[in-house]
């Protein structure tokens, strides 16, 4: 090839590359009023939007999300709740059967952007919005928009009177201005998943009658206009006259922002260990009073268990709020089901706080990298839970050795189901909720299980703090958390999300022979049945009851772990993920082989545990 054409097409790869490496995300600045109509069940609303395009792109569309238009006969939600094989039991045909003044719906009535009007089109739960003029690479637009909206009965995470009588739980109740990154727009309809937004500031001033109380994922701007024990002790309240009262929250750096009101709140705080206010709000007086009370107390040591191994939680304050239909997680907030046993109570509360981490500060896209939100969190309340019971805040709840036993069983259900699917599967695109739970919630968390049995604890400890500090109020992807403990341990890792994220292979290792082959070594043969290939921990147990680590790291790993306990280890040739089988060999001068077990400390998800152990015949 010709010299010159060469040095071009090398030029341009490397301008391309860099383009891919550069991180930008797009930036908004959101100013919303809302003035409900509680008999109706309804609210206008008015919004001012800055919008920054910090991308390369120059944008001549725009795309909101109108949530509430998911809760609507017909509706793809619907469809989908009344058509997958196991549905939801609070969706399944609810939806179908809201009569007209139950029903969510969301109606834009002007966009202007800039002043000047935008051309848009309602479609389901997506507005398609083509605009006034392009949005050039770092530049800033204003768009205004005004609409109407219906709150539905509460069918799944937002709504009003739900089963427990909360009356409003407004989550996805705002038009929400669809992410744009480097695989474009994201503007999928609601069908059943979770979020993607846009990093931003929230000003949000909401209109509803005096005897409710509003609880809100944000810093509350009039406490002495509002009362209802937000207001300092002792402090003169300055009530507004009318029927209403107007509740302003500020919430900076968060992607969304939820809120609820019910006339029979209770509100208690705490100043946390760390600083923070944690706010807890629920129905007084319907039989749960005493769970509540003990929630604040636990909840304040489980965020200290959290700040010490997931990274300081950054902001000012924190809600437990009574609303929606289980838990869900949102910015400075969580609505969680409040009739529960005080362990399923504070189980609940620490899951949804955790989401703080794993995907409120660590903002990933939950419809691609769901195993990121939820798998995350899952594990990391594993932790946390665990703790709780070792220090006796978890009534009848002890600690275990290993309080990821039961994770990787479910996995191991799965695996071995027929029903698996891989783990970059778009989240609304699983053909079971089962597949998609359990991936999710379940294989998300072997992934870091797996994860420090293959660096080691200490540099896991080590990498999961360097992924928050690194990635906190950006929106990390599978390289940014795989590289992210790449960096710490020294160990090349991309093999093992490849296999682990986009394929549905298996672990499944077997001690095959044990075998004398002369007076003074013991020759050990593993097979590799599954077609997932790891390092390999064995731990060789003597007749005397010494014990010995023989380690073989894989050669795609391009390194090895550090020993993470006192059991003597020998580190063996490298294993290939070719090979069908390895093989080593024990001296045996003195000592002799009674039995050899692989990974002994249950990280690795073998799916057959019963072919893991060889012991020697009486």
């Known amino acids: 090839m010709h010299k010159k054409l060469l040095f071009l097409l090398g030029f341009s790869t490397l301008i ?61 939600m619907d469809v989908r709740s009344r058509t997958i094989a196991d549905p939801d039991a609070r969706v399944s045909s609810r939806i179908f059967n809201l009569k007209p003044e139950e029903q969510g719906w969301m109606k834009i009535k002007s966009l202007q952007q800039n002043g000047k009007p935008s051309i848009f089109v309602h479609n389901e739960t ?23 909206a219906q ?32 695989q474009g727009w994201h503007a999928n309809p609601y069908i059943a998943r979770e979020f993607y937004g846009v990093w931003g500031d929230f000003d949000v001033k909401i209109s509803i009658d005096k005897n409710y109380v509003v609880a809100a994922g944000g810093y509350l701007q009039n406490p002495q206009e509002v009362g209802h024990g937000y207001e300092a002790p002792g402090s003169a309240l300055k009530l507004p006259a009318g029927d209403k009262l107007l509740w302003h929250f500020k919430t900076p750096n968060v992607h969304d922002f939820c809120w609820a009101a019910d006339r029979d709140y209770a509100h ?180 870091l299980l797996q994860m420090e049995y293959i660096i080691g604890k200490q540099a896991f400890d080590k990498g999961l703090l360097r992924y928050y ?16 403990f790449e960096r710490e341990s020294g160990l090349e890792l991309d093999w093992y999300k490849e296999d682990w994220v986009n394929t549905l292979n298996t672990i499944d290792y077997a001690v095959k022979t044990v075998e004398k082959e002369d007076r003074k070594n013991t020759r050990v043969v593993i097979e590799r049945i599954g077609r997932m290939a790891m390092p390999l921990d064995i731990v060789v147990t003597y007749t005397n009851g010494d014990q010995e680590l023989f380690y073989a790291p894989l050669e795609s790993m391009r390194g090895e772990k550090p020993s993470e306990n006192n059991i003597p280890r020998t580190v063996l040739p490298d294993h290939r993920w070719v090979d069908p089988v390895y093989e080593f060999e024990i001296p045996e001068k003195v000592k002799k082989v009674a039995r050899v077990e692989i990974d002994p400390s249950r990280r690795m998800a073998d799916i057959n545990l019963e072919n893991n152990v060889w012991v020697k015949p009486e």
């Open 268 to 447: 208690t705080m705490i100043v946390a260990d760390d600083g923070s206010i944690m706010r807890f709000f629920w129905q007084k007086g319907k039989g749960y009073d005493e769970q509540w009370s003990k929630l604040p107390g636990i909840m304040n040591r489980a965020r200290t268990i959290m700040n010490e191994h997931f990274g300081k939680y950054p902001y000012r304050e924190y809600c437990f709020i009574q609303g929606g239909d289980g838990g869900m997680e949102y910015p400075l907030a969580t609505l969680i089901t409040g009739n529960r046993p005080l362990n399923s109570l504070v189980g609940v509360a620490v899951h949804e706080q955790l989401h703080t981490w794993y995907q409120m500060v660590l903002g990933s896209n939950e419809s691609l990298y769901g195993w990121m939100d939820e798998g995350f969190t899952s594990f990391a309340e594993d932790l946390v839970m665990n703790e709780l019971a070792r220090e006796g805040l978890l009534p009848g709840k002890k600690a275990e050795e290993n309080p990821y036993s039961g994770t990787v069983s479910a996995y191991t259900a799965l695996a071995t189901s027929g029903v698996e699917e891989p783990l970059s599967t778009h989240a609304d695109h699983y053909h079971t909720n089962y597949a998609y739970g359990v991936a999710s919630y379940v294989k998300g968390a072997v992934f």
């Open 16 to 76: 391309v590359s860099a383009n891919h490496a550069q991180y930008w995300q797009q930036r908004v600045d959101y100013q919303i009023q809302a003035d409900m109509d509680v008999s109706k069940h309804q609210y206008k609303g008015t919004m001012r939007l800055t919008y920054t395009n910090n991308s390369p792109d120059t944008l001549t569309k725009a795309f909101w999300h109108l949530y509430f238009n998911a809760f609507q006969p017909g509706s793809m």
């Open 151 to 182: 709150v539905p009965l509460q069918v799944r995470r937002n709504g009003r009177d739900s089963k427990e009588g909360i009356d409003y739980s407004m989550a996805q109740w705002y038009p929400k201005l669809c992410e744009y990154d480097q």
């Open 469 to 484: 500090h690194t990635w906190k109020f950006k929106h990390p992807d599978a390289n940014a958390v795989t590289r992210s």
């Open 126 to 148: 997506i507005l398609e919005v083509t605009l006034a003029e392009p949005i050039l690479p770092g530049t800033s637009t204003v768009f205004e928009l005004t609409w109407d």
